[in-house]
Every structure is written in structure tokens, then in C-alpha cells.
């Protein structure tokens, strides 16, 4: 039963385009969604974050969108960078009682010069 | 500053070998994690702690064991190795189980033959 989905497996845009990674979830009471990029032989690193109480947060040219009715979020990179290359995983989190991180399958991107 | 440190990088084991992989933070985290990493399947969760002395399982448990005597180290057992067992092997610690991100180690890859 997988609670976090990323259901494109990959992704290839144009350098200097904009990059949409898209995640769903199905449990309702996820309160806190992250965004994770994974470079290869190297470990997940933290990218950007969202609260349940907020439906957008933005860091430069990252932006992660969170739509609570649909269960939805996304991340959006604009300009895409081919530095920007790897491995997306989005995760949540349920509240206080646990702390676990739930991870999707992940979306490999691809910029192209 | 460390941070979240794993040992061995690689390893190759013979089905029915037991080992420890470990893992050792220097943060002061009070959350700590274990999960795998399988191509197609994300990032799962294997075991966490929730402080010193506090473990339980998370999504894929079987065949592995952990304990937590202290703050900084949280090592994941394999009690007898198998091919299935084959994956890469992310530590990660976090400040506490509210809203903050995730810290990974470089990851074990592991095969078992």
C-alpha cells in the first residue's frame, strides 16, 4: 500500500525550461511534505519542505505546491539547471505521535544542455 | 561537523552471513532511521528510534534488527543474509519528530550472493 506516489518515473526538459515533479498521497493526515533530490552513489539531500497549513513555499528557484483537497504536491524548478540532474523523492510526515518519513518511488530528471 | 556517518561504503555477504551496518551522527538527533532503497521502489523504511533505548519497525522490518544504546549511534543487524537483502542502505537522523528534515549518510550498497 503505497501512501506516496510519484507515479513518472522520469523526466528530461530543456535547460533553462521550467521543471514540474509531481507526488500524491492518500493518507489524510500527513501534516508535512519534503522534497528530497539524490544524486548517484551519494544520499538523499533535504531540498524544500511544506507545512499542511500552507499551499506554497518557495526557495529561490525551487517552489513546492501543496493542493490538500486533491492530495497533491509538486515541485517546480525554474530555470532548470543540468546541475538540477538527479533523483527526486518526495516524503511525508505524519504528525507528533510517530515522526516517520514516508517516501514515494522517486522521478529522475533530466536537464538537457 | 560529520554529520550522519555509515560504514562500510560497500559489501558483499554469502547468503546466511550476518552483519552489522553502521551508522553514528554527531547532531545530537534524537530521531534516527534505517531505510532501503530498491530501483522502482523509493526509499523504505526499515527501523527507527525515537531517542536512546526507544526502537520500532517500519515498513519492511523482516530479517533485520537494531538497537539504540546511545544518542549517536544506530546500528542496522542482518541476522542471516539473504539475496533479497541485496540494496542500498540510507541511515538518516532528524532533530526530533515535528517538522524538520532529514539528515542521510552516503549509503551502504550491499549484495548478497
Known amino acids: 500500500d503505497q501512501q506516496v506516489k510519484q507515479n513518472s518515473p522520469s523526466l528530461s526538459v530543456q535547460e533553462g525550461r521550467i521543471s514540474i515533479l509531481n507526488c500524491d498521497y492518500t493518507?489524510?493526515?500527513?501534516?508535512?511534505f519534503l522534497w528530497y533530490k539524490k544524486y548517484p552513489a551519494e544520499g538523499p539531500t533535504f531540498l524544500i519542505s511544506i507545512s499542511s497549513i500552507k499551499d506554497k513555499n518557495e526557495d529561490g528557484r525551487f517552489t513546492v505546491f501543496l493542493n490538500k483537497s486533491a492530495k497533491h504536491l509538486s515541485l517546480h524548478i525554474v530555470p532548470s539547471q543540468p546541475g538540477d540532474s538527479a533523483v527526486y523523492f518526495c516524503a511525508a510526515s505524519l504528525p507528533l505521535s510517530t515522526g516517520k518519513l514516508i517516501f514515494g518511488q522517486g522521478t529522475t530528471l533530466q536537464v538537457k544542455p | 561537523n560529520a554529520g550522519v556517518t555509515q560504514t562500510p561504503k560497500f559489501q558483499v555477504l554469502k547468503t546466511g552471513q550476518s552483519m552489522t551496518l553502521q551508522c553514528a551522527q554527531d547532531?545530537?538527533?534524537?530521531?534516527m532511521s534505517w531505510y532501503r532503497q530498491d530501483p522502482g521502489m523509493g526509499l523504505r523504511l526499515i527501523h527507527y528510534?525515537?531517542?536512546?533505548?526507544?526502537?520500532d519497525q517500519g515498513e519492511v522490518p523482516n530479517g533485520y534488527n537494531v538497537s539504540r544504546s546511545t544518542t549517536e549511534d544506530f546500528p542496522l543487524r542482518l541476522l542471516s543474509a539473504a539475496p533479497s537483502q541485496t540494496s542500498v542502505y540510507f541511515c538518516?537522523?532528524?532533530?526530533?519528530?515535528?517538522?524538520?528534515?532529514?539528515?542521510f549518510g552516503q549509503g551502504t550498497r550491499l549484495t548478497v550472493v
Open positions: 547532531m545530537n538527533h534524537e530521531y
Open positions: 493518507n489524510s493526515m500527513f501534516d508535512y
Open positions: 528510534s525515537v531517542g536512546a533505548g526507544i526502537t
Open positions: 538518516a537522523s532528524r532533530e526530533g519528530f515535528w517538522n524538520t528534515e532529514a539528515f
